[in-house]
């Protein structure tokens, strides 16, 4: 799997958007990038995944760069639940299917 | 709620003692994944099934042992146990293998070894 670099720690105002980097230069063509996030000790909770083009669900974007390695998770109006753990994962293709966890970023939402 | 559900939420059991933690995965899901976290370690990939056979081994222990039922809940067999077994244990499912798939993960179950 291509490993991942994520910032440590980031602190974003509430009501703001949320903007967290990935950087993933070892990318493969066929591998998809994917989001969690783990709130305190829960289990992981998945976001977003794409593979090219810009992706949008209820929770959040998700911004690829055209070369692929890089990506950045849009958390578009911040509250204090996001607060949390966010892991940014490239999937390899068929035949590895486990995600590999880095050590994540920790995104704290101020008041 | 993912619809992953794990039992039991908390144990605590001696050193040297054996334990079973079992995941039921979402209705419809063919793809079982033990993943353990500990404080040092981070989120470790155990094992995947699919379909009730093996597909993928990570760092499991050999004291470790898992299985998928025809019914396709999982159980997580730890024997011998150590102090250094403490950990969250999460069970995640998916719908299918290959890429493209999310997987969704339970709430875990706490061990701790005394």
């Known amino acids: 799997d291509a490993k991942t670099t994520q910032p440590p720690s980031m602190d974003c105002a509430e009501g703001r958007a949320a903007n967290l980097p990935c950087n993933h230069s070892t990318i493969s063509g066929n591998e998809y990038v994917y989001w969690y996030r783990q709130i305190h000790s829960q289990g992981p909770q998945y976001i977003i995944h794409g593979l090219k083009n810009n992706e949008t669900n209820e929770m959040a974007s998700l911004i690829i760069t055209e070369d692929r390695k890089s990506s950045t998770l849009i958390l578009p109006h911040a509250t204090l639940r996001d607060t949390a753990v966010y892991y940014c994962?490239?999937?390899?293709?068929?035949?590895?299917?486990?995600?590999?966890f880095g050590t994540g970023t920790r995104l704290t939402i101020i008041p | 709620d993912s619809g992953v559900t794990q039992t039991p939420k908390h144990l605590i059991t001696a050193t040297g003692q054996r334990v079973t933690l079992r995941c039921s995965p979402r209705?419809?899901?063919?793809?079982v994944y033990w993943y353990q976290q500990s404080l040092d370690q981070g989120l470790q990939f155990l094992i995947h099934?699919?379909?009730?056979?093996?597909?993928a081994k990570g760092n499991i222990l050999e004291r470790f042992s898992a299985q998928q039922f025809p019914d396709l809940h999982s159980e997580l067999n730890l024997s011998s146990l150590e102090l250094g077994d403490s950990a969250l244990y999460f069970c995640?499912?998916?719908?299918?293998?290959?890429?493209?798939?999310?997987?969704?993960f339970g709430q875990g179950t706490r061990l701790t070894v005394v």
């Open positions: 995640a499912s998916s719908i299918r293998t290959g890429m493209n798939t999310e997987a969704f």
């Open positions: 994962i490239v999937r390899a293709n068929f035949g590895n299917e486990k995600l590999t």
């Open positions: 209705s419809g899901d063919l793809s």
């Open positions: 099934y699919y379909n009730g056979e093996e597909r």
